[in-house]
Nanobody
Framework: QVQLVESGGGLVQAGGSLRLSCAAS????????MGWFRQPPGKEREFVAA????????YYADSVKGRFTISRDNAKNMVYLQMNSLKAEDTAVYYC??????????????????WGQGTQVTVSS
C-alpha cells in the first residue's frame, strides 16, 4: 500500500506561483509512475501532469504546458508540481496519484492505483 498526502495548496493571485508537494509513505514510489490530476468546481477530474519512474520523462496537459513542471525525488519519496503563471481556470482540488503501469497510460485516471486526499488551489483574478 502507498499512502499519499498533498500539501502546498492555497489562495494566490492570477500570475502567481505555487508549489505542490506529495509525500508518499508505506513503500517506495521509485517503481511508480506519478501523476497530478485536478478537479475544478462542478467539473470532472482531469489530467495535469505525469512523470516516469526515473523522472526522465514527463507529460503535460496542453492547458498547463509551459507553466507547470512535475518533478520527483525518489530518495525522499516525494513528488512536486511547480505551478507558475497561474490563471483563474487553474482553480481546483489537486490530487497526487501513483500508478504501477507505464507512462503511456499516465493521462488515464483509471490506471492509477493510489490517490491522495487532495489540496485546494484557488486563483483569484
Amino acid at each position: 500500500q502507498v499512502q499519499l498526502v498533498e500539501s502546498g495548496g492555497g489562495l494566490v493571485q492570477a500570475g502567481g506561483s505555487l508549489r505542490l508537494s506529495c509525500a508518499a509513505s508505506g513503500r517506495t514510489i521509485s517503481s511508480y509512475v506519478m501523476g497530478w490530476f485536478r478537479q475544478p468546481p462542478g467539473k470532472e477530474r482531469e489530467f495535469v501532469a505525469a512523470i516516469s519512474w526515473s523522472g526522465g520523462s514527463t507529460y503535460y496537459a496542453d492547458s498547463v504546458k509551459g507553466r507547470f513542471t512535475i518533478s520527483r525525488d525518489n530518495a525522499k519519496n516525494m513528488v512536486y508540481l511547480q505551478m507558475n503563471s497561474l490563471k483563474a481556470e487553474d482553480t481546483a482540488v489537486y490530487y497526487c496519484a501513483a500508478s504501477r503501469r507505464g507512462l503511456a497510460s499516465g493521462t488515464d485516471s483509471t490506471k492509477y492505483d493510489y490517490w491522495g486526499q487532495g489540496t485546494q488551489v484557488t486563483v483569484s483574478s
